[in-house]
C-alpha cells in the first residue's frame, strides 16, 4: 500500500515548532509492513491542503493511505477538517457524539466552552469518528476510491494515544498481511559513524534481511536493525540473531539498546555491583550529575557532586593544590587528577568523575584551543585521566564530556583495561 504522511501547521513550516510526529509515526507504521514513500508540511492555508489532498486523490493508482496529523483545533486557522471535505467533495456534518464528548469534556473539568469548540464536532460525511482520550479535538477516518485518509491532532502526546487506541487497528486492516517488520536499536560510543560502518559492512549491505544502518547524534552512533518475517516471533528471532553479530563485532563500544543509554547502562552496573559515585564538574557544569541522576533509583549509587568552576572553589572544596593550578593550568591532567581523587576521598564513593575543559566559544589558545577537555575516574585501582578534543559548540562540547566520562566509568565497571 502506498503511504504518505501530511504534518498540518503554519508553526511547522515557519520552524517555530518540531515536528516530532512524523519520526513516530514512520517508526510504527514499518512495524506493520508500511514504508512512507513521501512526507509533506503544509502551512495552515486551506487552498494548499485543498490541492494537496485531491491530487493525491487523482493520482492513486494503487491503494494509498494518508495519515495526516495537525490542524483539529477549535480556531479559524484549523482547516484539515474543511481541506479533506472539499477534497473529497463531501459537506462537513456534525457529529452528535463527538460533540456530546466535547461537552462532557469541557463539564468534567470545570471549563467554559466557547462556541468555536463545536467546530470540532464537524467531521465530513460518512468519516468515522476517532475518540480523543487526551483532548477535545477527534480525529476521523475517511475513504474515497483508493484514497484511505486518517486524521490525528497534532498534540504529539495526543496523536500518540488516538494512534493506539483508534487508528492501528484500521491501518493493520488494510495494511497488505502476510509480513511483519520488527525493528530494533543499538547504541554506541567511542567510535565514529565510519568506524562502525567499517566494522559491520557485511551486516550493512544492500539487500539483506535484516537490514542495517546508522545514523550518529550528540557523540553517539546508533545501530538500527529491521527484519520483515512471515510471524513476530520470526522476526524477533532475526533480530536477535543479527544483534548478537552486531554485538560480537563491535564489542564494547555498545553501550545499550532501545531505550537504554549511557546514562541507563552505568546505573544498571553501579547497582548491580553494589558501587557508588560522586562527581566533580568544572565545565559540564552538573551535566554528569543530572545524567546519572535522571535514572531512576540512582539515589541508591549517587553520593553526591560538586560543581567547582573557579580555581578557588577547586582548591577549596576539593583540595586540588594552587601550585598545579598556577604550573599546568585549570584545564589539564594534573588539575582533572586531583579533582577526581579529592571528590572520591571526600565523599567517600567508590568511583569518582572529573571533568575540566574549555568549552568555548572563547577562552581557547594555540596551546589549549576550545574544545579541550580533560576527564579523570579515580577508585581503589587507581586513576586514569583521558585528554580529549572535541568538536562542537559550547553545548556539544560540554555534552560530549559528560557522555566520555560517563563512558569511562562504564568500561571500568566491565572490567576493560584503561591503561
Same mark, same amino acid.
Given at each position: ?61 494503487? /491503494? ?17 477538517? $474543511? &481541506? ?13 457524539? =463527538? ?34 482520550? =487526551? ?9 474515497? $476510491? ?28 488494510? #495494511? ?5 517488520? &520488527? #525493528? ?32 550518529? &547524534? ?11 518475517? #512471515?510471524? %513476530?516471533?520470526?522476526? %524477533? ?19 545499550? =539498546?532501545?531505550?537504554?543509554?549511557? @546514562?541507563? &547502562? ?8 553494589? %558501587?557508588?559515585? %560522586?562527581?566533580?564538574?568544572? =565545565? ?9 541522576? $535522571? ?25 586540588? @593544590? ?38 568555548? /566559544? ?6 589549549? @584551543? ?46 576493560? /583495561?584503561?591503561?
Amino acid at each position: 500500500m502506498h503511504t504518505e504522511t501530511l504534518s498540518v501547521g503554519t508553526e511547522l513550516t515557519s520552524g517555530s515548532t518540531i515536528d516530532t510526529n512524523v519520526a513516530w509515526l514512520a517508526g510504527q507504521l514499518a512495524q506493520l509492513g508500511l514504508t512512507i514513500r513521501r512526507h509533506t508540511t503544509l502551512p495552515d492555508d486551506l487552498a494548499s491542503l485543498v490541492a494537496h489532498v485531491r491530487g493525491l486523490r487523482a493520482g492513486a493508482s494503487e /491503494p494509498t493511505l494518508l495519515v495526516v496529523t495537525g490542524g483539529l483545533g477549535p480556531t479559524l486557522d484549523d482547516l484539515t477538517r $474543511d &481541506a479533506v471535505a472539499a477534497a473529497l467533495e463531501l459537506p462537513l456534518v456534525e457529529d452528535t457524539a =463527538c460533540r456530546q464528548a466535547i461537552e462532557a469534556m469541557f463539564r468534567h473539568r470545570g471549563w467554559p466552552m466557547a462556541s468555536s469548540n463545536l467546530r470540532q464536532a464537524q467531521l465530513p460525511q460518512g468519516a468515522t469518528a476517532l475518540p480523543n482520550s =487526551c483532548g477535545t479535538a477527534p480525529g476521523f477516518y475517511v475513504h474515497s $476510491d483508493r484514497l484511505h485518509i486518517v486524521v490525528m491532532p497534532g498534540v504529539p502526546y495526543e496523536m500518540k494515544a488516538m494512534y493506539a487506541e483508534q487508528v492501528e487497528p484500521i491501518v493493520r486492516r488494510l #495494511a497488505p498481511g502476510g509480513r511483519v517488520v &520488527a #525493528a530494533r536499536i543499538l547504541h554506541t560510543f567511542g567510535l565514529g559513524e565510519s568506524t562502525v560502518g567499517q566494522t559491520i559492512a557485511d551486516n550493512m549491505a544492500r539487500g539483506r534481511n535484516p537490514n542495517v544502518g546508522t545514523t550518529a &547524534a550528540s557523540g553517539m552512533v546508533s545501530v538500527r536493525i529491521w527484519a520483515s518475517a #512471515a510471524s %513476530a516471533d520470526e522476526a %524477533a528471532a532475526m533480530l536477535d540473531a543479527e544483534e548478537a553479530d552486531l554485538r560480537r563485532k563491535l564489542g564494547h563500544a555498545v553501550v545499550g =539498546c532501545g531505550e537504554e543509554g549511557l @546514562p541507563q &547502562a552505568v546505573a544498571q552496573l553501579l547497582t548491580t555491583s553494589g %558501587a557508588t559515585a %560522586a562527581v566533580a564538574e568544572s =565545565c559540564t557544569g552538573g551535566l554528569v550529575s543530572k545524567l546519572l541522576t $535522571d535514572v531512576p533509583g540512582s539515589s541508591a549509587f549517587f553520593l553526591e557532586t560538586a560543581v567547582t568552576y573557579t580555581n578557588a572553589a577547586k582548591t577549596a572544596r576539593l583540595g586540588v @593544590p594552587t601550585e598545579w593550578i598556577a604550573q599546568h593550568g585549570a584545564v589539564s591532567e594534573p588539575v582533572a587528577r586531583s579533582m577526581a581523587e579529592g571528590m572520591r576521598s571526600l565523599s567517600g564513593a567508590d568511583y569518582a568523575l572529573a571533568t575540566t575543559g574549555i568549552a568555548g /566559544p572563547s577562552g581557547g589558545t594555540d596551546a589549549k @584551543p576550545v574544545g579541550l577537555v580533560f576527564v579523570a575516574l579515580a577508585s581503589a585501582d587507581g586513576t586514569v585521566v583521558r585528554r580529549l578534543h572535541l568538536p562542537g559548540d559550547r553545548d556539544r562540547v560540554r555534552h560530549r564530556t559528560a557522555l566520555a566520562a560517563l563512558n569511562l566509568l562504564r568500561l571500568r565497571l566491565l572490567n576493560v /583495561p584503561l591503561e
